[in-house]
């Protein structure tokens, strides 16, 4: 299932609630943009360049799968460090079961 299919099913959920809110009560500014990035996480050397992109206000899909399949050693390391980093900056982080990972900014909760 990719990502595509995965927001399309969590979107048409007949009994998800779903609020929505006018433009001025979002407090949203014509100049303010909200990124939304796909990227893969392929060591512990990418922990780095993901904790960048995150501190600059990016939401981030991570494929983690195909290091999954490559080396559970080194994908339990890269996720621990990443998850060290997720409680010392406040941000969220979850595991899809699709072999993703969703990291999002302080001001971005994930609703479980």
């Excluded at 609630?17 to 990418?46: C, H, W, Y």
């Amino acid at each position: 299932m990719a990502i595509k299919d995965w927001l399309r099913k969590v979107l048409v959920e007949k009994d998800s609630n779903v609020v929505e809110f006018p433009e001025e009560a979002a407090g949203t500014q014509e100049g303010d943009k909200l990124n939304i990035r796909i990227d893969s996480l392929s060591g512990m050397e990418d922990v780095d360049r993901v904790a960048g992109l995150v501190k600059q206000g990016n939401i981030l899909f991570l494929k983690v799968k195909d290091l999954q399949k490559k080396d559970i050693g080194q994908f339990q390391t890269t996720i621990q460090k990443l998850k060290r980093n997720c409680m010392q900056f406040k941000w969220d982080i979850v595991g899809l079961e699709d072999g993703y990972l969703i990291v999002t900014p302080p001001f971005a909760k994930i609703e479980r």
